[in-house]
């Protein structure tokens, strides 16, 4: 959240009338947040509490979440992805993980759609600077979303799919299986 925060800061430099809004889940995390912009000059936020409401309304958004990322490119926003760990956890995503992209979006059209900043390139200079470049560029992202909706399939595709998940389980009769014990 620091450097989000001085992201915005940097943000708000080059545009002021910015207006941001910060996503808190629940009360735990709306109170948390709150704690935070305490400890700020007065640096205006907003707390929403409906991720796709906030995404859907913003210009641009700084995802550090995995799914929201998904989210924000299925709303049609603008999104940088950022991704920080403790030190011991990306030691160790490092040395597992040896894909180029790490959001879905890029995963899924093997393409950096979205700017991904991690770990130590997550710095609030160039968190804004990439949402201020997006800010400015939207068209060449939103292309991207485009392909990746076509990608997932037709618009109705997740509702179908939950549809033959549903039908599967209530078609399906239990069956019990005993295997004797080896002897």
């Known amino acids: 959240m620091p450097r989000l925060l001085d992201a915005l800061a940097r943000i708000r430099e080059v545009r ?18 709150e704690h935070l912009l305490s400890f700020r000059s007065p640096l205006p936020v907003e707390i929403g509490r ?7 309304d913003a210009d641009v958004a700084l995802v550090a979440s995995g799914t929201a990322v998904l989210e924000a490119a299925l709303v049609q926003t603008p999104a940088v992805a950022l991704y920080v760990l403790s030190e011991a956890q990306m030691k160790l995503a490092r040395r597992i993980y040896k894909r180029p992209y790490i959001t879905l979006p890029n995963l899924v059209l093997d393409e950096p759609v979205v700017p991904e900043l991690v770990q130590e390139a997550a710095t609030p200079a160039a968190l804004a600077a990439a949402a201020l470049a997006l800010l400015d560029e939207l068209a060449a992202q939103r292309d991207g979303y485009q392909r990746l909706r076509a990608a997932l399939g037709p618009p109705d595709a997740l509702q179908r799919n939950a549809d033959w998940v549903l039908r599967t389980v209530a078609e ?3 069956v019990a299986a005993v295997q004797p014990a080896a002897g």
């Open 50 to 56: 409906e991720t796709r409401g906030v995404l859907r």
């Open 16 to 33: 002021p009338d910015v207006r941001a809004v910060v996503v808190a889940v629940d009360d735990d995390a709306q109170r948390h947040v």
């Open 172 to 174: 399906s009769r239990p």
